[in-house]
């Protein structure tokens, strides 16, 4: 079973530019969640989806935004792009019979805002 | 004050020694502890995982939770270069369906 895909790796954006970050979760996962992680604060939550609905929400500004199609894939908006912004975007799945499941968490979109 | 707090490190310690690390977190109502592991330049695995108080063995790895004093330990028998990685505790928030984990502590064992 292939694991869970990002794309792109790496993106290098300037200031108040937007990006668009994608997400394939493993097959029969229904549930992707969306996490920052920078060497200052760690691993923060930003959103997670189920069935094309947002169900949670972590504490970031509205400039971050996340969809999910119907084939569970998901990709994730920031737009008016920050230096502090400069991160690992990381996506996970699981296939939703509790927040106690594993996790499977992808390589990574490597965001640089210069 | 953090919901989980994780001494960050770094740690580097040589070829089978025992490596402890260490989270403690503020909300006596956490109730499942899992320590994922991250590899450089991929995402975090999940390691082990454990429910309520005591420990839980595997292979050369042990989890430990006390629950009286909010502290969470993973301890890493006969260390391998292999495990040379970035160490994250993670704590499920059931409602808001979330891993909240700790900073992450970056281990490195010396052949």
């Known amino acids: 079973k292939a694991g869970v895909t990002q794309t792109p790796r790496y993106l290098i954006k300037t200031r108040g530019q937007q990006v668009t970050l994608s997400c394939s979760p493993i097959s029969g996962h229904r549930s992707v969640s969306w996490y920052q992680q920078t060497p200052g604060q760690g691993l923060q939550f930003l959103f997670e989806y189920f069935s094309e609905t947002q169900r949670n929400k972590g504490n970031f500004p509205g400039r971050f935004s996340g969809r999910q199609f119907s084939n569970s894939r998901s990709e994730m908006n920031v737009s008016t792009l920050e230096l502090g912004d400069s991160a690992l975007y990381l996506c996970?799945?699981?296939?939703?019979?509790?927040?106690?499941?594993?996790?499977?968490f992808g390589s990574g979109t490597q965001l640089s805002v210069l | 004050q953090k919901e989980v707090e994780q001494d960050p490190g770094p740690l580097s310690v040589p070829e089978g020694a025992i490596v402890s690390l260490n989270c403690t977190y503020s909300?006596?109502?956490?109730?499942?502890f899992m320590w994922y592991r991250q590899y450089s330049r991929k995402g975090p695995e999940l390691l082990m995982y454990t429910y309520s108080s005591g420990n839980k063995e595997d292979g050369r790895f042990t989890a430990q939770v006390d629950k009286s004093s909010k502290y969470i330990s993973l301890f890493i028998r006969d260390s391998q270069p292999s495990d040379s990685a970035t160490y994250l505790c993670a704590i499920p928030t059931r409602g808001e369906e979330k891993l909240t984990f700790g900073t992450g502590t970056r281990l490195t064992i010396i052949p």
């Open positions: 909300n006596s109502a956490f109730q499942y």
């Open positions: 996970a799945s699981r296939t939703d019979r509790g927040i106690n499941e594993k996790l499977f």
